[in-house]
Structure formats: C-alpha cells, structure tokens
C-alpha cells in the first residue's frame, strides 16, 4: 500500500531552492527525487495512476510497490537500461518553498550532463548507497561540485533497508563523507539516512530509524538556508544591440552582478569608454534601476562604440581585462584535449579563439592528489593556463560565475567539449603590449615588389611534398620572387627539436611552423611549407593566422599505397613491423582537406608537372594581388 497523496496548492514561503541530486550509478538519485515529489503532493491523479500502471508492467509479481525513478527516467533508453542518463528537471513545491531540481546521471560517461546540472545549483543532495559506501564517482561529483561553486550539500545515505538500518555503517559513511566534503572546501555538510523505495526519512521522519533525531529530506530542503550567489558589482554582458530606428539605441543584456540605476556611470569593456545610464527600457516600461537577474536595455547618454560580447560594468569598480588565463577545466570530449590546438571559447556572450598553453596538472578524483599530464582525457580535470586571440573582460568564476565560466567548442564538430572555470589573469597578458613599428608589412613587400604569400603543402609521408615544394620555388626564385621554404624534416632539427609524435606534440609542431610562418609572410616574403600537417584543425588555426589573399592550401593527393611503394626513408617499412609508433596514415589519422586551394592529384603525374600547376595559379594569384594593391 502507498501513503496518501494529497496536494498542497499554497504560496511559497522561503523562496527558490535550485538543487541537484548526483552521486554514484544505481545508488537511487531517480527513486529519490520521485519519492520526494510523491510525498510532497506534486503528482497528479492522471501521473499517479501511470505510475502504478508503469510500475506493474516494469516490475510484474511486486505488488503494489511503485517505481518511483520512472518519474524521472523520461527516456527509452533510461527505462529500459535502468539508469538516467540525461539531466532531468523537476519543479515542485510545498507549503514552505519552491524548488527545481536536476536530477543528474551517475555513469561516469555522463559526467559532463552532471557538471552542467551543478553548474546552476546551489545546493547538491548527494547519494550514496549504504551497502557500497563512498565510491570514486561520488568523488568526482562531489569535486565538480566544488569546483562549480556549490558550497552546501545534504548526503543521503540511501537503501538503510538492504542493511537493516544499521547506525553503524550509516556513521562510518557519514564521517568518511564529511572528511573528503571539508578537503574540498565544503564546510556545510547534512548528513541524513534515507530508504527512498519505502520511503524512510524522505518526506517524514521514519520510525525504523530511532538512532536518527534530524529532519526528514523533504524538511531539510524546507528549512535549509542556502543563499543564491549573487556577484557585488554591476555587470551587463551585451547580448544584443537593439536599433529598430534612428531615434532608438539600446543594449541588451542580463544582468549578472549588482545593481545599475539611471544617472549612474559606467564603462564598455573591454574598450574602456565610459557614459551614463540614461534609460532602463525593459518589456514592461522603464525602470528607475535594475538588479542581478533582470533583463534590460540599457540607453545610455552618448554613442559609443558597443558590440555584443562587450561587458557593460560599474565605471568605478570595472572588470578585469586579460587575454591570458589560469583556470580549472574538465574536459567533457570523448577526443583528448590536445594542448595548443584551437577551440572556441564561450563566456558570458563572448566568442573567441583559445588554446590550453599548457595543463599544469591533473587532478586524482579519489585523492586530490596533483598529477603530471599532457593531456586531458574523458572527464579528467585539470588546472591549465588558456590563451585568447583577443582580451575579454572577465571575473574569477568564485566571484561571478557568468563573467569567469566558460565551454570550449571543437571548431570542427561544434561539440561542448570543456567546461571551466577562470581563476586568475596571468601577468604576462597585462605586462606584454604590441610595440609599433614604422617599417610593416606593406612596405616590406612593397621594396621586394611582391605580395607576401603562404604556400600550405599538406599530404602524407612519401605524397612528393617536399619535392613539389622544392620546384615551386626554384621557378619563383628564377621569376624574380622573394621565397623561403619551411620544410617540416628541417625545422625538426631546430626549433622544433624538443618535439616527437604524439598527437600532443604534431598539434605543437604546426604551431610553431605557422607562427614562423607568419613572421615571414609579415617580413614580405613568399614562404612555402612542406610538412604533413594531419589534423585539419591545425591547419585551419594556420589559415587564420593570415589574410585571405596570403594563404593558399595545396594538397598533395597520392593514395597511401603509392607512399608505401615509394618509401624513400623506409618510415613506411618500420611503421608496419612496429618499430615507429604514431605514424601518419598507419596508425595515426590524416584528415584529408575538404576543401583546398590548390588539389594535386599526384598519381601518374610528375613533379616536375604537378609543380607548375601551383607555379601557375600562384603567379596568377600574385599578378592579381599586384593588381589590386
């Protein structure tokens, strides 16, 4: 038999509560969290009577028993394996508060649906089954809880009934928990033994359990004083620069910190220009001020120049402005974060390009301990510093979580694949400026009478990159051109000395051989790169490193059986018997160009011709440049 479920239709006395459960696979986050609706009278007859039918079929001979997690487990795959597996969010209320709550997934494949779960919460229920104790995924949780900033956490002890209420096991539990809560920070610890399939310590205190003198869960949540975070300062990400006419300009936004009122003075950042507030416009008139949360339009007394991603700050306590960071990260891509390759960084409504410089370490989820790493596998953390293309305006996520979190997205995929969390700018990014210079790039290139070109050749081992390159410059050097060639096996005895053939080192090597690049192409000249350059990520970082007219892609296109039938430094040969690991196109991926400048279809042609199909279009391209400058 089920206990009665009547509805409490009454106004809120305390407030929003966001919370989270989390913990360990099967410990019973989703049977929790639908007992607790149960007992708090938030199911509907309709939902209730599906209940009792879903429950009957799911678990034929149980009785009357009801499978609570099928509240929450709203998809197939979740019912039939059993598990959650995507975040489920629940509202519900009670006489006493409001309360919506996410009920995140245990597998630690799904560890970053659980960090996006935390990411808005201010409290986490975390669960632990009382016959299996701490476990390395409650952990984890419990780390990225840290981590987001959730500084109060009730455990749950669950399943007493499958160990007989025994206090003495529920303690040990209790104190180990407490333990790892205070080496992370947590200070606020409830501890509470619960059967959420029955129901014990859930909505009511149980009887079963005379040992235990606190409040139920459902009491606990009630009373519980867990304050949202709220940022000091003023500050108003522009998500939108709303102009429907010539007589109207505003910027709009959320407001995450603070509060801002008309007359008050404020700066754009990261562009410094200051102006006063002269309007909050928002959908239901204008207001004399605004507070955190609010969605506004701010007109302010003078133009200026304001864009969105721009932050919009308290002029006499602004934002920090760097482009170089230290930050805590977990990485949430099932590819290894590579350092020094280019993703694209979100925070606030800022886009830019980021690169992890370096991981300074990992961290061990079971001990904390600090571990040497060189890259960041599914669900690892890891303290590392980022570089931006361009300076943001920014806070440390401990004092405003929209101005210092942030996701990285794979630029090639579109994937979220990090979560972080900005700790501190570096000194080097306000201590380094550019120097300008009176003799540039255009008057460099002007006294060699050229336009200053890149000539990208990419393929695999043995495709006739070098040999191409080699001819191609030797008929613009004959033409009365300016040229250097960047060959990859030569740079790897200088500069690039230091680097192997890891995936984590190929990513380096481009880098490098780009940015040199780079500096020639700004010295004037026409500079050839012959290097296999396998992972179109990099080779797309290269490209936008210049102007669309300084760079051109040439594929070198010969199968893979053509290279090994060539072999000209046996690589192929020892790839084959082992004895070279992380080759390109054995072991170790070629992602072939989708679209390139130049595609040399290398089979049945020689060099010789297939050098002066890229000797043509580039005197084409450069007669052209010429042209137009």
Same mark, same amino acid.
């Given at each position: ?331 949430? =891509?099932?590819?290894? $974060?590579?350092?020094?390759? +280019?993703? #694209?960084?979100?925070? %606030?409504?800022? /886009? !830019?390009?980021?690169? *992890? ?91 060699? =009478?050229?336009?200053? $070109?890149?000539?990208?050749? +990419?393929? #695999?081992?043995?495709? %006739?990159?070098? /040999? !191409?390159?080699?001819? *191609? ?157």
């Amino acid at each position: 038999m089920v206990a009665s479920n009547q509805a409490v239709d009454v106004v809120p006395a305390k407030g929003l509560l966001r919370f989270i459960t989390c913990g360990s696979v099967d410990d019973g986050k989703s049977s929790l969290l639908g007992r607790l609706l149960y007992d708090a009278g938030m199911l509907p007859d309709d939902q209730l009577a599906a209940l009792v039918r879903d429950s009957r079929r799911q678990h034929a001979g149980a009785g009357d028993l009801l499978d609570f997690s099928l509240l929450t487990d709203g998809l197939d795959a979740e019912r039939q394996q059993g598990i959650t597996i995507d975040v489920a969010y629940r509202y519900f209320h009670t006489a006493r508060r409001s309360f919506i709550v996410a009920d995140c997934p245990g597998h630690e494949q799904y560890t970053r649906n659980m960090a996006t779960g935390a990411s808005n919460a201010e409290l986490a229920v975390v669960l632990v089954d009382a016959r299996k104790g701490v476990l390395t995924q409650t952990r984890r949780h419990t780390y990225i809880c840290s981590l987001l900033g959730i500084r109060q956490v009730v455990l749950a002890v669950n399943k007493m009934d499958l160990i007989d209420y025994d206090q003495s096991a529920y303690a040990a539990i209790a104190a180990e928990y407490r333990e790892l809560a205070q080496s992370l920070g947590i200070v606020d610890v409830h501890c509470l033994p619960v059967a959420a399939l029955t129901g014990d310590n859930v909505g009511t205190r149980s009887a079963r359990m005379p040992w235990y003198a606190g409040d139920s869960l459902l009491e606990l949540l009630e009373s519980i004083d867990a304050v949202p975070f709220r940022a000091a300062d003023f500050r108003m990400p522009v998500q939108w620069v709303n102009r429907p006419d010539h007589s109207f300009r505003g910027y709009a936004g959320t407001i995450c910190g603070g509060r801002v009122a008309c007359g008050d003075e404020v700066v754009v950042q990261p562009g410094g220009q200051c102006a006063h507030v002269e309007r909050i416009v928002t959908a239901d008139g204008d207001l004399p001020s605004a507070v955190d949360g609010q969605a506004v339009t701010l007109c302010l007394d003078r133009e200026i120049d304001v864009t969105r991603g721009d932050v919009i700050a308290d002029a006499l306590r602004p934002t920090a402005v760097a482009d170089q960071f230290t930050c805590h990260l977990l990485w949430m =891509g099932d590819a290894a $974060l590579l350092p020094n390759r +280019t993703y #694209l960084l979100k925070i %606030g409504t800022r /886009t !830019v390009n980021a690169r *992890v410089m370096s991981i300074k370490h990992k961290v061990d989820v079971n001990s904390q301990a600090r571990l040497a790493a060189r890259h960041l596998a599914l669900n690892e953390v890891g303290y590392c510093t980022l570089g931006l293309d361009d300076a943001i305006a920014f806070e440390a996520y401990a004092s405003n979580r929209t101005l210092g979190g942030f996701i990285l997205i794979d630029r090639q995929s579109n994937a979220t694949v990090a979560c972080g969390m900005l700790d501190f700018a570096l000194g080097r990014s306000t201590n380094v400026h550019w120097q300008h210079v009176d003799i540039d790039k255009a008057v460099r290139a002007a006294s060699k =009478g050229q336009h200053p $070109l890149c000539l990208w050749f +990419t393929g #695999l081992s043995g495709a %006739g990159k070098s /040999t !191409v390159a080699n001819l *191609v410059e030797r008929r613009l050097h004959a033409a009365g051109y300016h040229t250097y060639l960047l060959d990859g096996d030569n740079v790897r005895h200088g500069i690039n000395k230091d680097l192997g053939f890891t995936p984590e080192d190929r990513v380096e090597n481009i880098r490098r051989i780009a940015e040199v690049a780079h500096l020639m192409v700004d010295a004037g000249l026409i500079v050839l790169v012959s290097a296999i350059s396998p992972y179109r990520s990099e080779r797309r970082s290269a490209r936008e490193l210049f102007t669309q007219a300084e760079f051109m892609e040439v594929f070198v296109d010969t199968p893979l059986e053509e290279c090994e039938r060539r072999d000209p430094k046996g690589l192929y040969r020892r790839a084959r018997a082992g004895t070279i690991r992380n080759f390109t196109g054995i072991d170790a991926p070629y992602e072939r160009p989708e679209a390139p400048d130049i595609h040399l279809l290398a089979s049945g042609q020689r060099a010789e011709q297939l050098a002066e199909q890229v000797t043509a279009r580039v005197l084409a391209s450069l007669g052209g440049a010429d042209a137009d400058s």
